[in-house]
């Protein structure tokens, strides 16, 4: 028994009873017994393994690939590339309406784009055949000369709009700097950054009954069934993706040539089969966060006033695809200013694409322009914290929208009562513990929060039991756990007798775990059903045996939105020791106190926000992908290469929140995937920059850097006077 | 990974015979490197003669007042032993300084010796570099060498040795022996790694077919401390570090070993650095002259002269540091611990 409600934005009339509570996830125990199987778990059988074979040249043609050998090794029953691979279409709107992943046209043309490219599949009966023969296949190339030197100094940088426009100004900002008695022109650069989620990316693609069954780790089931449906031409509905467990998404799992590799595979032999990427071909395949080069100018009055805030910021992006990363976007909801100017522009260079990484365009952003304010603050004779609350805009700064629920104030000023901000020393390099030089120093978050159209069903079983299905994806987040107590106290009910069951396209079109959004997307359309089902139920109807399901859609709720500036906010703060004899760094203490709506679950929100912060350590001190210029390769790329933080990095982290309930969200959700990242970086370099007296503007601020007192490199804003510190012994 | 046979060998008679008669086999000790370089298509050895089973897993003093490390002997047995914590701290130091506590419980002194480099270039196949391919280049001169050596290295090839536990060892003049069908023999481990030159794929001087299975450390200074500095604060190789004994009598540098890490293709015992030390005041003044003694033969790259700087820094911190507590209280202060001086 079935039937369709639109969804309503009724605010919860009843006082809940499990939001807000810490609960273990649902999966926990399966999780950390082993019994979770993810993709590359799950068996098959005739089960048939691929591995991909990437290219060696940076640009170029494929000129022949020598397949007969290989074909001919044992267990290899295929081997795919251009001249014999099945057509896809790669020109079709993905999510957003943007074009997808340019690896879903692997093996279409002869085309050579960049180092890893996908050139060829070897399948075989066992993942070492398949491997061996992708070794052993030789293809022979047609080099031609590359390009991947990114820099923002290059003159063919072009503006290019991505999920925000490239460009929003308004004033005049030579007049208002020129009018200014305090400035900060700097620059600030950050580096290429992968995501690498422990689970690597992995897909089964199967043929039963006529529809391609497809057995996926990503970050939305039906958003990835749908994308493979245009890829391949078929019917919607005839594609079905399933992903119950993902080891991490981080917004490297979409639609990549792992699935259209096994969807081809499988077509061709009549036979599933499975296609997982190495370690190594993640760092090409999967997706990363372009290099950045930015540059801030602020001008303000004596009493740090902003009358100028400039923000323009160069990227990279691949020669087959636009992908831009919008690193100036936070300073149009942080602060305003008379002249206020963001700008985005990207290069095209023979480089993997880039995509999203977690805080897309805010990490890299938020550590440019919040470093820019601690340079301020320092100039006007400020608290970095009294600078930024003399700058709190009263509604959008460019939209003049107003804000719905902006909380930062109590964030910096419940943050720093914790964290003993009011006895800081402004003055550099003035606390000592032995050999380490001590800081501290403090940033500003933020991070849109939205919710996008999904649909859901919720079911009433006669034993008193509900069973919820979306298409959510739960990566690691627990928002398998969070839906399960939206669910529970939408139906009032305890959330044992609560079953949610995500990750299959089956359950119809839903927003991905992506953009801070899902919980609150997937609340929206939960809520309503819930809510629809246990009014249902209170009129005494019988329960049939096939349970009684309320389904919706929040399409029309969602559209009916006042337009406000929806944002989470926070406000980092961090403690550092610096060795100035040896450029070590070391994080002591964080803690990020955060607006982040209403808090489901406080036991992996915290996680989600630690989490985050952590990312914000290794982005400060330790991620570097390094591009060999001359082969159009990495350098170094495997986890033993490329740093995150590891524990001993990782001191005392504490994460909370304010109350923030977001207004006309149903249960007030904002979003805490991804705001721990934001600001924490300029946290730790405004407190390097407290502990030692030098400013860092380029990341990460690694041992080297700051045994050199390198301050800027190569930007206009040389501060010569801070490049000092050379050769300083320890024993000063 | 190439498919490849396997033998475990139950002695040293055997393991060595089986590697006579098949030059295409290597021993297996902890695996932690070669299986990863196995796995990247770096080395691709027919067969692996697995040799962790050898009696060769214990430590004992020597007639002479030193000790005996058995090559099987794990990281983790090594760092935690008794005589070796007690009289050969920096050792311990070195040994705890590397990897992790799981890489620490499968790893081997002798496999410790002979690990590669961790040189970007040598671990992708796809890219030259004279250590894997002799003649096909060393892209790292002109591209990536933030963590290339600064000493001995050659234009050939400015790869690293990546080991710690080497580093005290070469402090603490070590030997190593080793068996051959031929028969055993030794060799210093200031002699055990061959310079780089033009060969930069010949590592050492162990005779082909050799099993390495002890390695000996004479008596030495108890005062002794490995610092390691690297750019996260655990399980990453070291960009610079120091191994250093020392012992001052009235406030006079009596005896000195010092040794680098992480600067050249092995570690870098630094002699001119000690011949500076002997008989000076054990100060800051002594021990800046003598990092800046050994460090005068330093050539590095563009991108990797910041090691200079943090190899002399880190000289006069451990040895302050060592100095500090050789005479805690003045000019006649002693050894607390007991020594072997």
């Excluded at chain 1, 990503?218 to 069934?225: I, K, R």
């Excluded at chain 1, 849109?448 to 069903?457: D, E, I, M, R, Y």
């Excluded at chain 2, 005290?168 to 068996?179: I, K, N, P, R």
């Excluded at chain 2, 190789?237 to 600067?263: H, M, T």
Aim: with cysteine; proline share 6%.
């Amino acid at each position: 028994m079935t039937s369709t409600v639109p969804a309503v934005t009724a605010p919860v009339t009843a006082p809940p009873t499990a939001l807000g509570t810490a609960r273990t996830r649902v999966e926990g125990r399966e999780k950390i017994t082993g019994a979770a199987r993810y993709t590359g778990d799950i068996p098959l059988t005739s089960l048939a393994h691929g591995s991909l074979v990437l290219s060696t040249i940076a640009r170029g043609r494929i000129r022949a690939v020598d397949d007969a050998a290989v074909r001919a090794m044992p267990g290899v029953v295929a081997v795919l590339h251009h001249l014999n691979a099945p057509r896809v279409r790669g020109d079709y709107p993905s999510i957003m309406g943007m074009a997808p992943d340019p690896t879903v046209r692997a093996f279409q043309d002869d085309r050579v784009p960049h180092w890893g490219w996908p050139v060829a599949l070897v399948v075989a009966e066992t993942p070492e055949q398949a491997r061996a023969g992708a070794d052993a296949l030789v293809v022979a190339y047609e080099a031609e000369p590359h390009d991947t030197d990114f820099s923002g100094e290059r003159t063919d940088a072009f503006a290019l709009d991505g999920v925000v426009p490239a460009t929003l100004a308004k004033g005049d900002e030579e007049a208002e700097l020129a009018a200014s008695a305090v400035v900060v022109d700097a620059s600030y650069t950050t580096p290429e950054e992968h995501h690498n989620p422990m689970e690597p990316h992995a897909a089964t693609a199967y043929w039963q009954d006529g529809r391609l069954e497809v057995l996926d780790s990503n970050q939305g089931a039906s958003w990835t069934a749908e994308d493979l449906a245009k890829a391949f031409e078929l019917e919607p509905g005839t594609v079905r993706v399933r992903s119950e467990h993902v080891g991490g998404g981080f917004g490297s799992k979409s639609v990549r040539v792992h699935q259209i590799a096994a969807v081809m595979a499988a077509t061709e032999l009549q036979r599933p089969v499975r296609v997982a990427m190495t370690r190594r071909q993640m760092f090409s395949l999967a997706g990363y966060r372009s290099p950045t080069d930015q540059r801030v100018r602020l001008g303000a009055d004596p009493d740090g006033r902003l009358r100028v805030l400039s923000h323009g910021s160069v990227s990279q992006t691949s020669s087959v695809y636009a992908f831009v990363e919008p690193a100036a976007a936070a300073g149009r909801v942080l602060y305003d200013a008379a002249a206020h100017r963001t700008s985005a522009q990207v290069v095209s260079l023979d480089v993997p694409t880039p995509t999203s990484m977690r805080a897309p365009g805010m990490a890299p952003g938020s550590f440019a322009l919040e470093s820019a304010l601690d340079e301020l603050a320092e100039r006007c004779g400020l608290d970095p914290i009294e600078l930024r609350l003399r700058n709190e805009p009263s509604a959008g700064p460019l939209s003049g929208l107003p804000f719905a629920g902006r909380n930062l104030r109590a964030c910096f000023e419940e943050g720093a009562r914790r964290f003993g901000w009011a006895d800081r020393d402004p003055r550099p390099r003035v606390r000592r513990d032995g050999r380490w030089l001590l800081g501290t120093g403090t940033a500003a978050a933020t991070f849109h929060a939205f919710a996008v159209p999904s649909t859901a069903a919720v079911t009433a079983w006669a034993d008193g039991t509900f069973t919820v299905r979306i298409a959510a994806a739960d990566i690691g987040t627990g928002a398998r756990t969070a839906l399960q107590i939206v669910a529970a106290d939408a139906l009032r009910v305890a959330p044992e007798r609560v079953q949610v069951r995500i990750g299959d396209s089956e359950f119809g079109p839903a927003w991905l775990a992506g953009g801070s959004a899902g919980t609150s997307s997937w609340a929206w359309a939960i809520t309503p059903a819930a809510g629809e089902l246990r009014e249902r139920l209170a009129l005494g109807v019988d329960i049939p045996a096939d349970g009684l399901t309320v389904r919706s859609d929040s399409t029309t709720a969602l559209a009916g939105q006042e337009p406000a500036e929806r944002h989470s906010y926070g406000a980092q703060f961090a403690e550092v020791a610096v060795d100035p004899g040896t450029g070590e760094v070391r994080v002591r203490r964080m803690l990020g106190m955060f607006a982040a709506g209403r808090i489901v679950n406080p036991l992996t929100a915290r996680n989600q926000l630690v989490g985050g912060m952590v990312w914000g350590i290794s982005m400060a001190l330790h991620e570097e992908a390094v591009r060999d210029v001359r082969s159009g390769s990495l350098v170094g790329a495997d986890l033993a290469g490329y740093h995150v933080a590891s524990h001993a990095d990782v001191a005392h982290i504490e994460a909370d929140w304010v109350d923030d309930p977001m207004p006309g969200d149903p249960i007030g959700i904002k979003g805490v995937g991804e705001i721990g990242v934001v600001g924490a970086a300029a946290a730790i370099a405004n407190a390097v920059r407290h502990a030692t007296g030098v400013r860092h503007r380029r990341l990460p601020i690694r041992p080297d850097r700051v045994l050199c007192g390198e301050s800027v490199d190569g930007g206009p804003a040389g501060e010569s006077l801070e490049r000092g510190l050379p050769g300083e012994s320890p024993d000063a | 990974m190439k498919e490849f046979a396997y033998r475990r060998a139950a002695d040293v008679a055997g393991a060595v015979a089986l590697l006579d008669a098949d030059p295409g086999a290597r021993f297996l000790g902890g695996g932690t490197n070669l299986v990863d370089l196995m796995k990247a298509g770096v080395e691709s050895p027919e067969r692996l003669i697995d040799i962790r089973e050898l009696p060769l897993d214990g430590i004992g003093r020597t007639e002479e007042g030193g000790l005996q490390i058995g090559a099987t002997v794990t990281n983790s047995d090594l760092a935690a032993h008794p005589e070796v914590r007690r009289r050969y701290p920096a050792l311990t130091q070195a040994v705890l300084a590397g990897a992790s506590g799981q890489l620490r419980n499968m790893a081997t002194v002798g496999g410790n010796l002979l690990q590669r480099t961790r040189c970007g270039y040598f671990t992708d196949i796809t890219q030259p570099c004279n250590k894997r391919e002799p003649g096909s280049g060393c892209p790292a001169v002109e591209g990536e060498h933030r963590n290339a050596a600064v000493l001995g290295a050659s234009h050939h090839c400015v790869a690293v040795h990546p080991s710690d536990m080497g580093v005290a060892l070469a402090a603490y003049d070590a030997v190593v022996s080793y068996q051959t069908a031929e028969g055993a023999g030794e060799l210093a481990l200031s002699d055990f790694y061959l310079p780089v030159g033009d060969t930069p794929h010949r590592e050492t001087a162990l005779p082909s077919g050799a099993l390495i299975t002890a390695v000996t450390l004479p008596p030495a200074p108890v005062r002794s401390r490995y610092r390691k500095v690297r750019e996260r604060a655990s399980y990453a190789f070291a960009i610079g570090s120091v191994a250093a004994a020392l012992e001052v009598r009235d406030g006079v540098v009596r005896e000195v070993r010092l040794a680098y890490g992480a600067v050249a293709s092995r570690p870098w015992r630094a002699r001119t650095a000690e011949a500076v030390l002997r008989g000076a005041p054990a100060d800051a003044g002594s021990f800046a002259a003598a990092a800046d003694a050994e460090l005068a033969a330093a050539s590095p790259l563009t991108g990797n002269a910041y090691k200079v700087t943090l190899l002399r820094n880190l000289t006069i911190a451990v040895l302050t540091e060592l100095a500090e507590l050789a005479e805690p209280a003045g000019p006649t202060g002693h050894d607390q611990e007991g020594s072997a001086r």
